[in-house]
C-alpha cells in the first residue's frame, strides 16, 4: 500500500494501470467494468471519465452485472467498506420496526428477482428506502433489472465523483 494524494482526474490519470483498476474496483465490483474504464485513461475532464464509465455500465452482461452487486451489502446489514458504510448512513439509529421489514422484505426480494436489492440510498433515511423496496416490489424481472442497472449508475456517479475529490486514500501497488 501507499498513499496517493490526490489532485483530481490528473492524478487518476497518472496511476498505473493496475492501481487505476484497484481504485475503481472501489467504486463497483467488476472487474470488467474497472478494467475497461482504467484502460481508457486518459480523460480529458470529470465528464468525460463518468460519461465512460456509464457507457461501459450499459454494456456490462449480465453476469458482469452479477459481479458488480456483490460488492453491495444489503440495505440495513452492517457495511464492510467505507463507501457503502457512508451511503448507508441515513440507515444507522432507524427504528427497529423498520430495520426488521427491511430485513424481511430483502429477503423476499432476493427470493423474487435473484439480486440483491440496490438503490442510491446516499443518506436517505431507511423508512424511504423501504417505501422504495415495497414500490420495486412491484415490478416484473425485467424491469427491475433496468432499474437496478440505472441505480447502480447512480452509485458509481456518485462513487467515481468522490473519487475525484481532493483528498489522501491510499492503494494496492
Known sequence: MRRVDWRGLSS????SERQAISTLYECCSSSIWALRVARARPFTDDDALLDYADLILAELTESDLDEAL??????GDRADNPSSQREQSGVVGAEAA???ELKELNAAYE???GHVYLVFANG???AELLGILKERMRNDPDTERRVMRMELGKINRSRLTRMLTPAVEYVDD
Open 12 to 15: 487518476f490519470n497518472e496511476l
Open 70 to 75: 456483490s460488492g453491495h451489502p444489503r440495505i
Open 98 to 100: 423498520v430495520l426488521s
Open 111 to 113: 427470493e423474487r428477482f
Open 124 to 126: 436517505r433515511p431507511a
